[in-house]
């Protein structure tokens, strides 16, 4: 079955310093990866999706993620943090058809 | 063009009670989605829907019915509410199926007391 951990429930860090948000996950096949954002009181939006092509994913609002599947992983990183990126993320497997799992989020903060 | 949207938004219950918690959506999307979120934890799919006519159970279906009698609606029914429903639910919409974007309603907060 697949499975997904995010490593942190709760990352802070400074405006305009690198956001890293961790993310592992199991597979019995290739999988499909996503990150999806939830802003507060807010349904959760695509940020970027993995799909086997390019390993390096590229998405909204300057944030992009890398496939490793030596280490099983698809962390989140964007250069510099704004403070409009605080909100939930959320890391995503898909699991054959119908079906999603969802990682347990993580909540990211942005201080001044 | 205003996506997925969901009503109510906020939602007392008490035990034992039943309501409808209602979804829209206007991209004229096949594939619709229940989820709910408890706190501190991801979604978790209840039911879903590949078309009108057409529904089937998720990870967590127990309490809950839907029906899909149009593409835009698809409704889902809490019948005698009981504390372990208390929750966050969102209504998702898609093109065909899950491997592509979903697309999320603002959600429906359910207090059952």
């Known amino acids: 079955a697949q499975s997904v951990t995010q490593l942190d429930s709760h990352v802070s860090v400074s405006e305009g310093t690198p956001v890293l948000l961790r993310c592992n996950y199991s597979?019995?096949?290739?999988?499909?990866l996503f990150w999806y954002v939830q802003h507060p009181n807010k349904g959760l939006q695509l940020l970027l999706k993995?799909?086997?092509?390019?390993?390096l994913v590229k998405g909204i609002n300057g944030f992009e993620a890398e496939f490793k599947k030596s280490e099983t992983s698809f962390h989140l990183t964007k250069p510099s943090a704004h403070m409009s990126d605080a909100a939930e993320y959320f890391c995503?497997?898909?699991?054959?058809?119908?079906?999603?799992?969802f990682g347990q989020g993580t909540r990211l903060t942005i201080n001044p | 063009n205003a996506g997925v949207t969901q009503t109510p938004k906020f939602r007392i219950l008490k035990i034992g009670q039943s309501m409808t918690l209602q979804c829209t959506q206007d991209?004229?999307?096949?594939?619709m989605y229940w989820y709910r979120q408890d706190p501190g934890m991801g979604l978790k799919l209840i039911y879903y829907?590949?078309?009108?006519?057409?529904?089937d159970k998720g990870e967590v279906p127990n309490g809950y019915n839907v029906s899909r009698s149009t593409t835009e609606d698809f409704p889902l029914r809490l019948e005698l509410a009981a504390p372990s429903q208390t929750s966050v639910y969102f209504c998702?919409?898609?093109?065909?199926?899950?491997?592509?974007?979903?697309?999320f309603g603002p959600g429906t907060r359910l207090t059952v007391t």
């Open positions: 998702a919409s898609s093109r065909t199926d899950f491997f592509i974007e979903q697309y």
């Open positions: 995503v497997v898909s699991q054959g058809a119908q079906k999603l799992v």
């Open positions: 993995y799909t086997s092509a390019a390993t």
């Open positions: 829907s590949v078309g009108a006519g057409i529904t």
């Open positions: 597979s019995s096949y290739s999988p499909s």
């Open positions: 991209m004229n999307h096949n594939y």
